[in-house]
């Protein structure tokens, strides 16, 4: 399975609006500057998010984009959904013999259950505690 600039950037628009819950809205100008995006592109993103009832647009001066609801309460799988469709590693399981069959399934409840599982909350406040060591390689 692979996520698309749809899901990443609407990931990105959702992290931003979760770090600010409370504070009134944020405008997608402020975020694709932060990011260095197009801001068309997240407006394009926004649609859905706020057809799915994911976030409220305020229009005028002050307007933007909130939080339909409080960051703890959406998860990256509502917004992958939304943006991206369904979750499924490949395409016709059914056709596939069962072994493999049986591996996609066991891959794609794994992926849901992470999603379904991370909170746009979990994401807003987290932080790098240092105890990842990246991949040295040697020749």
């Known amino acids: 399975m692979k996520i698309s600039t749809k899901g990443r950037y609407g990931l990105t628009i959702m992290i931003e609006l979760g770090k600010k819950y409370g504070e009134g809205p944020i405008s997608l100008k402020s975020i694709a500057k932060t990011y260095n995006l197009s801001e068309h592109y997240l407006e394009q993103l926004a649609g859905p998010l706020r057809n799915a009832g994911l976030v409220k647009s305020v229009r005028g001066a002050y307007g933007g984009y909130i939080l339909a609801d409080e960051p703890a309460k959406i998860t990256a799988g509502d917004i992958i959904r939304v943006l991206e469709g369904p979750i499924s590693p490949v395409e016709g399981i059914e056709e596939e013999e069962p072994a493999k069959r ?9 992926v849901k259950e992470v999603l379904d599982n991370t909170t746009i909350e979990d994401l807003a406040n987290y932080e790098e505690d240092g105890t990842d060591t990246p991949y040295m390689f040697y020749i």
């Open 102 to 110: 049986n591996l996609w399934m066991k891959i794609r409840d794994a």
